[in-house]
Structures are given as structure tokens and as C-alpha cells.
């Protein structure tokens, strides 16, 4: 799938790359348990930029990219990988709403053999279909909960007003 079909859809006209970027340094930063300012540190970038750049307000140059690869110790074209995104994964992206994955559930990317990456493959699709029937049951859970909060609302209401009534009837 080539990025460039995708369109920019920030403000400052960045393309996909950025996206793809700032995912996954974010990522690795939260595998190896690094806060961004000490990511900006062992950089060298100031915490201001790292911060524009993590919130998409930045174009970093390569010479920055491969200082930040070098931080996390971490190949510069892993960076930028998107091998393992599908292309709704990418539009998510583009809008910028990616979503934590639950407890229990990690993103690794890497270089494995043909048959390996089948497997893994199959694992994805497996756990995607359970994360979204988990929270198909989340918010359907969601809403009887505040169904059952307007059922209360409207029945303390009636008990309000008979309340009420008999007040004025004494």
C-alpha cells in the first residue's frame, strides 16, 4: 500500500509519514517505559520541539529521526515502519485518534520469517474480532447503564411529585 494515497488531513499538510512516526515513538517510548522529556534529553532535541513534534505541530529533519532512533535504541526504519497497519489502522492515524490497546494486549513489529508472519497474522485477526466484540459489549453495557439511570430519574421523579401532592393535600 503506497502512503501517498493517502491524503494529509492535519492542518499543517504533513503526510502520513508523520503519523506513522509519532505512533511509533510514542509506542516504543511506552515499551520501554521512557517519559518524552527524557526521550527529548538522550536526543538531544529540546522538550518543546520533541512536544510540537509528538503533537504534530513539527517536521522533523532525518538528522533528527536517526538521533531519536539512536535514543531508543531502535533501528530508524523501524520508525517509520507501517508493514502492519491496514489502511482503516492508517485513516484512524490521519485523524488522530489512536486508541490504547487494553491491558493485557502489547503492538510489537518485526522481521520474521514468511510462515511467522502468517501466524501472527491470524493472531491479529483473532484478537482484533475479540478487542471489537469487547467493546461492542462495553457499550452496550454502557447503555442499559444509563437506561437504567433514566428509569431511576423518571420513577424518583414520580415518587417527587405524589410526594408533592400529599403535602398540599395536608
Partial sequence: MS???LKPQNKHGYYMYNFILITN????LDEKGMTKSELAKKAGV???FFTDLTNDKANPSLRIIEAIAEAL????PMLLDSSDLE???LEVLAKRKPGKLPKGFVWK???LSEYEAYQVDQWDKKNRAFLTK????SRVKKSKQQSEKKKVKTKNQGITKNIKKVLREL
Avoid: N
Avoid at 469487547?134 to 459489549?137: D, I, L, P, V
Fill in 87 to 89: 489502511l482503516a489502522d
Fill in 3 to 5: 502512503l501517498k494515497r
Fill in 46 to 48: 529540546s522538550i518543546a
Fill in 134 to 137: 469487547e467493546a461492542k459489549k
Fill in 73 to 76: 535504541e531502535t533501528p530508524l
Fill in 25 to 28: 515513538i510514542l509506542r516504543i
Fill in 109 to 111: 513489529g518485526g522481521v
